[in-house]
């Protein structure tokens, strides 16, 4: 997805109490924090759905900056959690070595790789597989918080596996991507991702990954349901059950 002033590439800040974790960290997060005067030390965990740079790009950023941010104002390092697919610890490791090198071996990050579910602060975490492309790839995760539950997909086409249909059953909120005008096995349609969340029982669905010159278009399918978002920068969400 291509980031415009408007409209940036996907991350979605999820937050409950004092505890914040980042839904991917695509082309411009760390800026988008900054305006919306989020300290990026008050992020204590990242969730990656893929490698692909528009959901990745702002990780190392994100990372880097505070590294010289506490290190120039002689604070304590304060840990990251990172969850993604199989081999998110080798290719941080490789960027560091570029970009950063030293830093990774005396900054505080913890690798949470594959589909193995888990407890992260406040939020049981349950990874799922994902069909994006066939070289990479790709999850997505469910979770669940006080009795309430949200989704997210990342880029995802139309036909999935038992598994993610599984994962994603009765939640509360649900975020797909409707990337594509027409169908393709790599993105879904806003028709597409309705219909998913339909059969799913999802009780809202937000549209996500839209490039700016069809916002309008998505918008105008959004109208016919009340339970459909079109998700943009700076959209609020209270999840409840």
């Not at 990774?104 to 949470?112: I, N, R």
């Not at 806003?190 to 999802?202: G, H, I, N, P």
């Not at 959004?222 to 978002?229: D, G, K, N, S, T």
Request: charged share 25%; proline share 6%.
């Amino acid at each position: 997805m291509m980031p415009t002033k408007n409209r940036c590439s996907p991350s979605y800040l999820l937050e409950h109490e004092e505890y914040r974790v980042l839904l991917d960290c695509g082309h411009t997060t760390l800026a988008r924090l900054l305006d919306r005067d989020i300290d990026i030390r008050s992020i204590d965990a990242v969730f990656l759905t893929h490698f692909h740079t528009d959901h990745s790009s702002d990780l190392l950023p994100v990372i880097h900056a505070r590294w010289i941010d506490e290190r120039s104002r002689n604070i304590d390092f304060k840990n990251i959690t990172l969850l993604g697919p199989q081999g998110l610890q080798e290719n941080i490791r490789k960027l560091c070595d570029v970009f950063m090198p030293g830093a990774e071996d005396v900054y505080p990050l913890t690798y949470l790789e594959g589909l193995t579910t888990t407890q992260i602060g406040p939020f049981a975490v349950q990874p799922f597989p994902v069909f994006h492309v066939p070289n990479m790839e790709s999850m997505g995760y469910r979770i669940d918080c006080n009795g309430s539950s949200l989704a997210y997909a990342g880029d995802a086409g139309p036909e999935q596996s038992e598994k993610f249909f599984d994962a994603i059953h009765a939640v509360d909120v649900l975020l797909v991507e409707a990337g594509t005008t027409k169908p393709v096995p790599i993105h879904c349609t806003s028709e597409q991702a309705f219909d998913m969340a339909k059969q799913v029982l999802a009780k809202r669905l937000v549209l996500t990954h839209i490039e700016e010159y069809r916002v309008e278009e998505v918008k105008e399918f959004a109208l016919q349901y009340p339970e459909v978002v079109v998700a943009e920068d700076g959209l609020k969400l209270l999840i409840d059950n």
